[in-house]
């Protein structure tokens, strides 16, 4: 059994998944994957939607992510496990390790803040890696080019800026 | 509010959640879940949530998410459109708000260099057992918290002027058919012509059996990786 996918044939699966899920027969609605964390945020911190303006904005695509994101975990559970052979617990990657320090702390604390970050970009931008650049630039929309040339400059940037990327140690 | 009160709150929340997803015309509760279990088993059968692909692509080390990015961006444009012009389907593009725009893509860009993960692989990562990701989505569930509570004082005026939803078809007028077809044929060959690279994670692949491992076949095609231990 093939244990991982080739860069192309994800691409195309990826391609035909969004064909599938934008079309009437599907959900009739583009993929996006960063409005169900405010959606949950405000299930988990117990705010009522009838005070927030934002959870009204995001009442059904806030719904409509939050399911799609259980499917999601349950899809990456199932082939970690049978398919991939990936699933192990973890708290610092490899890379992180060789590039940046071999401290649990610092990964952690990294990792809060970064989430952190996604989250509140994702928010300000209207959309993610999924609700931009693969649903967005789908739809040649220019708001999803604008945010996917600012996304790409920052991450090579940050990526150089961050890691040691010289010599591995 | 009680325990009990927000247990309930949790319940009647939770309740309208599939109430909407079933009952409001995007598919049904166990067609969104279906897609999901697909979006996510694609991700993690071609590996692109892992760190090393992520954060190892703004290391300028690894090359497969541009390349499986744009292609099915590609692809997606150019058949969408015809999908659409089918009646089979329509455009939902988004706002140009441009401060948000720059703004957000800015803090999201340094946030996915760090955390090597972005909103959509997270959740594969933390169900192959990412400890650190499980870490990061409370940092998450905190921003999204504070964006809610602080939208209409704080952020709702600083993402600015909403400068509308055009898109190279809107503009394109009667050119639209061509500018769609430049664009997914460019970004097909961008992604065919970016050279491959790849960081593997020896960690990743020590349950495979030898000739599964996809550093073994590279080795074998003289292709250009490095593996971390």
């Known amino acids: 059994m093939k244990r991982r996918l080739p860069w192309w044939l994800g691409g195309i699966l990826m391609s035909l998944l969004l064909l599938f899920t934008f079309s009437v027969f599907g959900a009739d609605r583009p993929i996006g994957a960063s409005t169900y964390v405010p959606y949950y945020a405000g299930i988990l911190f117990g705010m009522d939607p009838e005070h927030y303006t934002y959870l009204k904005e995001i009442e059904k695509a806030g719904a409509w992510e939050g399911v799609m994101l259980l499917g999601v975990f349950v899809g990456g559970f199932i082939t970690s496990v049978f398919i991939t052979k990936s699933f192990r617990f973890s708290v610092r990657p490899t890379a992180w390790k060789v590039y940046k320090n071999t401290s649990v702390k610092s990964r952690l604390i990294w990792s809060f803040f970064s989430g952190f970050l996604l989250i509140i970009g994702a928010r300000l931008a209207g959309g993610c890696t999924s609700g931009h650049f693969l649903s967005g630039m789908s739809q040649t929309a220019f708001s999803s080019m604008i945010f996917g040339g600012v996304v790409l400059a920052t991450l090579l940037v940050t990526g150089k800026l961050f890691y040691n990327t010289g010599e591995p140690k | 509010m009680s325990i009990g009160e927000y247990f309930d709150f949790v319940l009647t929340r939770t309740e309208a959640m599939y109430n909407i997803v079933q009952f409001e015309g995007h598919g049904s509760f166990w067609l969104v879940f279906v ?27 690894d090359t497969i998410i541009p390349k499986m990015l744009f292609l099915a961006i590609g692809i997606t444009s150019i058949a969408l459109y015809f999908e659409i012009q089918m009646g089979y389907a329509s455009y939902h593009p988004k706002p140009i708000i441009l401060q948000g725009l720059i703004m957000g893509g800015i803090i999201f860009g340094v946030g996915m260099a760090i955390m090597g993960k ?22 998450g569930i905190l921003g999204g918290w504070l964006f809610t509570k602080y ?25 639209a058919t061509f500018f769609v077809f430049v664009f997914g044929i460019a970004l097909i060959l961008i992604a065919i012509l970016i050279p491959k690279m790849e960081l593997f994670d020896d960690a990743d692949l020590s349950l495979l059996e030898h000739d599964e491992r996809p550093d073994v076949k590279a080795e074998k095609e003289h292709e250009e990786f490095e593996l971390v231990k």
Do not use: N, W
């Open chain 2, 35 to 61: 897609i999901g279990i697909f979006f996510g088993g694609i991700i993690q059968y071609t590996r692109v949530d892992k760190f090393e692909k992520i954060a190892g692509f703004a290391m300028g080390k």
């Open chain 2, 118 to 139: 972005c909103p959509g692989t997270g959740p594969i990562s933390i169900a192959e057992g990412r400890i650190d990701v499980l870490v990061g989505a409370f940092g």
């Open chain 2, 151 to 175: 939208y209409d004082d704080f952020f709702k005026p600083l993402m600015g002027h909403d400068y509308g939803k055009s898109t190279l078809v809107s503009v394109g007028g009667d050119y």
